[in-house]
């Protein structure tokens, strides 16, 4: 037995007896390849957009006359082809122009590592919508608590769910262009029914021809059910109007009041939102030098009010 244990060693491969260092060092190299876009499949659950908006037409337009100038990063799949992690939207103008072959980046990535750098890259993005950043964060911070949940090779004892939570939520503000806080409710929005997130990034988007919603009134509905969401969006779009700050806030006490599968009833939802909110209250004005002869000269603005 100790003689067979003793010839239980690793060899070395054929490629490492008969190549040098410096051949094996470059190797190891990331190098820039061709691939055909059909070979990459998105990443998944990609939380940004890839809109046709202007600015693609703009890049599919650069691509025809320049090609792909910067590589993407993409991953070796096990089953074969690979994965985009940086890029998408360069593979959609390249796809748009014809080409049949995109530079990339070949790199081993675990999940988590894919996930922090596919975020990464995107957030640099000119115009990014609510949607996309609540998804973004929240696969983010979820892949830097498992990361974080980790030991390190020279320390064996994981770290508490506290801890880990605590620490990855500093991390994350620390490496964004958003606060903790703010980030914290954009990972709310995760909670909203697709309809009324929709309503959330047309604040940023501005179709005329929808209903748009402010963030902070979306955070506090996002703690509402879903079935009383769906319930809101019906009542929203008949009523043809959102709810405000102020509303909102009601709507969740009222629904937080609810116990077990109780739920917040139509008909309150639609007597709140037909309270009266403080921007529609009817303003009558009329121009100072129209009334300024009436009153002695430095009246109180007050006593002027009081008087008309």
Do not use: W
Request: charged share 30%; proline share 6%; with cysteine.
């Amino acid at each position: 037995m100790a003689r067979n244990s003793a010839l239980n060693f690793n060899l070395p491969s054929a490629d490492d007896l008969f190549s040098t260092e410096e051949e094996r060092a470059e190797a190891r190299l990331e190098k820039v390849v061709n691939l055909s876009p059909a070979e990459i499949s998105d990443f998944p659950n990609h939380p940004f957009k890839v809109r046709m908006d202007a600015a693609m037409q703009e890049m599919t337009e650069s691509v025809k006359q320049y090609g792909v100038l910067v590589p993407t990063l993409v991953r070796p799949k096990s089953e074969g082809g690979y994965e985009m992690v940086a890029g998408h939207r360069r593979k959609k103008a390249a796809d748009l122009a014809g080409l049949a072959e995109i530079p990339c980046i070949v790199r081993q990535l675990t999940d988590d590592e894919a996930t922090i750098i596919m975020v990464d890259s995107n957030l640099q993005r000119e115009q990014i919508l609510p949607s996309e950043k609540a998804f973004a964060y929240k696969m983010k911070l979820d892949a830097m608590k498992r990361q974080a949940g980790r030991p390190r090779k020279d320390n064996s004892a994981p770290l508490g769910p506290n801890l880990i939570g605590t620490r990855s939520n500093l991390e994350l503000a620390a490496e964004s262009p958003d606060s903790k806080t703010q980030i914290q409710r954009y990972i709310r929005l995760t909670h909203l029914i697709p309809e009324i997130l929709e309503l959330v990034d047309n604040s940023v988007l501005k179709d005329p021809a929808m209903l748009q919603i402010a963030m902070r009134p979306a955070v506090e509905l996002s703690y509402l059910r879903k079935e009383e969401q769906a319930d809101l969006f019906a009542i929203m779009d008949e009523m043809d109007c959102t709810p405000s700050h102020a509303q909102a806030i009601k709507m969740r006490q009222m629904s937080e009041a609810k116990t077990g599968d109780e739920r917040l009833a139509k008909d309150a939802l639609v007597s709140i939102m037909k309270e009266e909110k403080p921007n529609q209250k009817e303003q009558f004005k009329i121009p100072k030098e129209k009334i300024s002869r009436f009153f002695a000269p430095g009246t109180p603005t007050q006593k002027i009010e009081d008087t008309i």
